[in-house]
Every structure is written in structure tokens, then in C-alpha cells.
């Protein structure tokens, strides 16, 4: 029980060093990406845990009010950069996905977040999938996509409330999925 603590209480250190060093000027969330590596933390629990849980976090700050809309996209502006830098060590080089499953990621039209969507599209390329990220694209241009590709999986990355209104395009995107007949996972928060 006190090792879990221990780790818990090391994992939030991390985030919370994570998350600063995305908020601060001369952060430098590479140092910090670095430490974590050099301490053994897997590069895989970097980007499956810590980049996560320190997006959530500086969102959590947003709804708290405790940082602004500008100060929590900067922050995130950095986390997709440190993403970009620690890519390839996280992807590896063997899984270019060239020959893997085809797999569309959607962050639809409407939908503000899109970390989550390159996110989950470098989770898949790491496990030999070939993602294609589509953001902010309208029904017709998805399905274009949809009908030049081999899908064998959708994904929606989902955190708008207002998208799941009754009117919206996402429950056309929906539809358009389902009469191709290819099988849908949805992420985000709003599920």
C-alpha cells in the first residue's frame, strides 16, 4: 500500500513538473521529458500517462478558472511540440505503419481539442496501424476519404458537448460510418 502511494505521489510530482514546465517561459519541458527517461520511466508511459494526464490537468485548470484559454493553448502548443520531438522514440522506427491496418481518426468539425486526436493517431502508428487524422473535415469531405481508403476502423475523438446535439453533423458522420460498415470507438471527454 505505501509503494502504491509512493508511486502515485512521484507520478503526480511528474505531471505537476511537466505541467510547469509547460507554463513557465524557460520551462523547458524537453529537460523534464529527459529527467523522467533518465530515471526509467518508459518513453511508452510518457506519452501514455504523463503527456495525458498534464493535458487533462492544464484543462482542469482552465475549468477551474484558474488559467486562462490563451495560457492553457500555449501550454498545449508545448505539449504537442515535446509529442513531435519524442515521436519517433515513442513510434519507433519499424512501426511507419506503411503495411499495418488503415485506421481514420476524426476530430470533427466544431470540436476544439485536438490533441487527443494526434495523440491517439501516434498510439495506433506505434502499434503498426496506418492512421489518417482528419480534423475539422464536413461530411463530405469524410467521406471522400472514406471512399479512396481501406478502413478498418473509425475513431472520434469527442469533447464538445454542443456536438451531440441532435442537429449536428456528427451523428451524420456517424451514419456515413455505419452504412460503410465499418466499426466506430469514440474518446474523448464526452463520452
Known amino acids: 500500500s505505501r509503494a502504491s502511494a509512493g508511486v502515485l505521489k512521484q507520478r503526480k510530482r511528474n505531471v505537476d513538473r511537466l505541467c510547469k514546465s509547460v507554463l513557465t517561459l524557460n520551462g523547458k519541458p ?47 502548443s508545448k505539449l504537442q511540440t515535446i509529442a513531435r520531438t519524442f515521436e519517433s522514440l515513442y513510434v519507433g522506427t519499424s512501426n511507419s505503419g506503411a503495411s499495418g491496418p488503415e485506421i481514420m481518426v476524426i476530430n470533427p468539425r466544431g470540436e476544439q481539442h485536438t490533441f487527443g486526436a494526434q495523440m491517439i493517431a501516434r498510439q495506433f502508428q506505434r502499434l503498426g496501424a496506418s492512421p489518417y487524422l482528419s480534423i475539422n473535415d464536413n461530411v463530405k469531405e469524410i467521406k471522400k476519404i472514406i471512399t479512396k481508403h481501406k478502413f478498418e476502423l473509425v475513431g472520434l475523438s469527442l469533447s464538445d458537448y454542443k456536438l451531440y446535439h441532435r442537429r449536428s453533423e456528427l451523428r451524420s458522420i456517424i451514419k456515413l460510418i455505419k452504412r460503410f460498415g465499418i466499426p466506430i470507438i469514440a474518446g474523448g471527454s464526452l463520452i
Not at 56 to 63: A, E, K, N, S
Open 30 to 76: 524537453r529537460e523534464v521529458v529527459n529527467t523522467m527517461l533518465d530515471s526509467g520511466i518508459p518513453i511508452k508511459e510518457v506519452f501514455e500517462v504523463f503527456i495525458p494526464d498534464a493535458a487533462r490537468q492544464l484543462g482542469d485548470y482552465w475549468i477551474q478558472n484558474t488559467l486562462s484559454f490563451a495560457e492553457v493553448t500555449l501550454a498545449t
